[in-house]
């Protein structure tokens, strides 16, 4: 049984309630957009980190994480890309890669949007965590934790931070 803690958007913001959130968890995915080295080396030292690079990424972070991640948590086929898409509406750049060999578990960002979905026809499940940084005009900034035990999903929470206006002040 693994807790995950999965994030994107962060463009190179940095929350401490990041690491807050997380501490349950196992590893941390981060679904790209990640904005700065800075930002992945505090989640890589605090978890293991699995992340993909999303369109605002620079070399440095290209040169360290795919475009692309598919990888196996417990008995989970999972699939991270950051510009994917929703289940109905994949992106063109993913789809085909979804429709030939779907994962049980696809996660993406981009959007902003917080969105968590069932794919009845592909049998998946698709996690868009929302974004966690300041960037964009979200209204609150968001992560997920999402417990894999074998082939099972639970424990699905949605973590709403602050908004990205107001930094967290009240």
């Given at each position: 049984m693994k807790t995950i803690g999965i994030i994107s958007d962060t463009h190179g913001y940095w929350d401490d309630?990041?690491?807050?959130?997380?501490?349950?968890?196992?590893?941390?995915?981060?679904a790209g957009d990640i904005g700065s080295m800075e930002v992945a080396d505090q989640l890589a030292a605090f978890r293991p980190l699995r992340a993909v690079y999303g369109n605002i990424d620079g070399e440095d972070i290209r040169h360290?994480?795919?475009?692309?991640?598919?990888?196996r948590c417990e008995d989970v086929n999972v699939l991270m890309k950051h510009i994917g898409g929703y289940p109905g509406k994949y992106d063109p750049s993913i789809r085909d890669s979804i429709l030939k060999d779907p994962p049980q578990?696809?996660?993406?960002?981009?959007?902003?949007?917080?969105?968590?979905?069932y794919d009845k026809e592909l049998d998946l499940?698709?996690?868009?965590?929302?974004?966690?940084?300041?960037?964009?005009?979200?209204?609150?900034?968001?992560?997920?934790r999402l417990t894999i035990d074998g082939k099972k999903?639970?424990?699905?929470?949605?973590?709403?931070?602050?908004?990205?206006?107001?930094?967290?002040?009240?």
């Open positions: 309630k990041y690491l807050t959130y997380f501490e349950p968890c196992d590893e941390i995915w981060h360290r994480f795919s475009e692309v991640l598919r990888f578990l696809f996660i993406s960002g981009h959007s902003h949007i917080l969105k968590i979905k499940l698709h996690v868009n965590p929302g974004a966690a940084g300041l960037q964009g005009w979200q209204t609150d900034r968001t992560i997920v999903f639970s424990d699905c929470e949605v973590i709403a931070l602050a908004n990205p206006k107001t930094r967290g002040i009240k």
